[in-house]
């Protein structure tokens, strides 16, 4: 038994398959196994990112004592969902034991909690010394609030994990997955995950038209629709670069 934790604590991937009954897809393993403390996950609507990062918490909590892992998405209802599928997976296995259980907080006995909030600043300001903080639905989370939680990770130096379909090419979310700090980056389409088929991408195109499709299916940052003036052309602006003209 004592071997089998050991496996277990060491390789998510493992213990996801035996105690939770989930088979990860490739890049979900991947993203299991990684030893990343900051990682951007730009994936399609219903790829499997909230189910993996659920498992992730979960797993930290299990074998990680005295963690705390906190869940931060825009909304109570956003909050609600995550939190959902972490309870989910702790119902699949019994041996976790838990101190007590509420509609957004789990406790284990080993002194660990998972914690899901709602994106406001007065709820979470108090936190402090974060294993695992996951940000949830990330490109609509404003940029003084992703400010505002940084800090919490300081004295853990615990791992950040941001997921999200993408919002447009503004905000934090943006600037951190087009930026050149040191985040571990996943992209997943929608073309990249076995559940969704091809007749429902082809029909969600014909419906949706290319700038939705392309935003929600295929991680694309897009100007907005009524934007005046590209991204792109406003980023020139501001070239710092100087031509120099002989006389």
């Known amino acids: 038994m004592l071997c089998h934790n050991l496996k277990a604590a060491l390789d998510p991937v493992i213990w996801s398959r035996e105690a939770l009954d989930l088979e990860p897809d490739p890049w979900q393993a991947e993203v299991l196994r990684s030893g ?43 909050s609600s969902e995550l939190f959902r599928n ?26 660990s909690r998972i914690v899901s909030l709602p994106g406001k600043e007065q709820n979470i300001r108090g936190m402090a010394k974060v294993s695992l903080l996951i940000v949830d639905e990330a490109a609509r ?20 994990v941001a997921l999200s379909t993408p919002f447009g090419n503004r905000g934090w979310w943006y600037e951190a997955w087009s ?10 389409p929608a073309s990249k995950c076995p559940r969704i088929s091809e007749e429902f991408l082809a029909e969600e195109q014909r419906v949706l ?13 897009l100007d907005a629709i009524n934007q005046v003036f590209r991204r792109e052309d406003i980023d020139k602006m501001f070239d710092e670069e100087v031509n120099s003209w002989k006389i």
């Open 141 to 160: 989370v404003p940029d003084d609030l992703y400010y505002s939680v940084r800090p919490m990770l300081a004295v853990s130096n615990g791992r950040m």
């Open 179 to 188: 930026g050149p700090e040191a985040w571990q980056r996943w992209e997943i």
């Open 36 to 78: 990343s403390k900051r990682i951007l996950l730009n994936c399609s609507r219903q790829s499997g990112k909230s189910t993996i990062t659920s498992a992730l918490a979960l797993h930290t909590a299990t074998f990680c004592p005295n963690s705390l892992v906190l869940c931060l998405s825009p909304t109570l209802r956003q």
């Open 209 to 221: 038209g290319s700038f939705w499709y392309q935003q929600e299916y295929e991680c694309k940052f």
């Open 86 to 111: 972490v309870s989910r997976f702790y119902g699949v296995d019994p041996s976790i034991p838990s101190r007590s259980e509420t509609a957004l907080k789990l406790e284990l006995e080993n002194g």
